[in-house]
């Protein structure tokens, strides 16, 4: 009966994640992608919740997947990115330093998707992976350090099973 619990609530931590990340990138639409090198999309700062809980890896990989179906850039965005955001959700899960989960998706994402941008757009590559990086380091250290004071101090009753002491 437990594991039967604890697949539910993998699965539902997953499909919340995934849902909050899809909405949250579609109303900051403008910024969060275009045919702007200047991207900061406020959904990355869920890209820490890998260090709470391993359902967040899937959950970030499917709200990508989602989101993207939206981007101009069509389906290289919804590849492409996806794959990004897989890997480095992957690697901030496997990162034990709470104040180091983010430098994988800075990391990832700045040379994926700014790798994306100059082959889309034909935007100067350094500036592009410049660019992205900066809105990474917005994004996941800002908004997602403000999100990671705020679940350290309710993570044993949102991530019960999973949470990190």
């Known amino acids: 009966m437990k594991f039967r619990f ?7 931590q997953a499909s919340l994640i995934a849902a909050v990340y899809t909405v949250i990138t579609l109303v900051f639409a403008p910024i969060s992608y275009g045919e702007s090198m200047i991207q900061i999309r406020i959904s990355e700062m869920f890209t820490v919740l890998p260090y709470y809980t ?24 919804v590849i492409f990115g996806s794959l990004a955001t897989l890997i480095a959700a992957y690697l901030s ?3 034990k330093n709470k104040w180091l989960v983010p430098v994988p998706p800075i990391v990832v994402n700045g040379l994926v998707i700014g790798g994306m941008l100059h ?4 935007f100067p590559l350094y500036l592009s992976v410049l660019s992205v990086t900066i809105g990474q380091i917005i994004s996941c250290y ?11 101090k309710t993570k044993q ?3 019960p099973e999973y949470g990190r002491k």
């Not at 082959?119 to 034909?122: A, R, S």
């Not at 908004?143 to 679940?151: D, E, F, H, V, W």
């Open 6 to 12: 604890r697949r539910t609530r993998f699965i539902a």
């Open 54 to 77: 391993p359902a967040a890896v899937p959950g970030l990989f499917i709200g990508v997947i989602v989101s993207n179906l939206f981007s101009p850039v069509g389906a290289v965005d």
């Open 93 to 95: 899960y496997r990162t």
């Open 142 to 152: 800002g908004a997602g350090g403000i999100l990671m004071l705020a679940l350290d």
């Open 119 to 122: 082959f889309v757009y034909n």
């Open 157 to 159: 009753y949102i991530f």
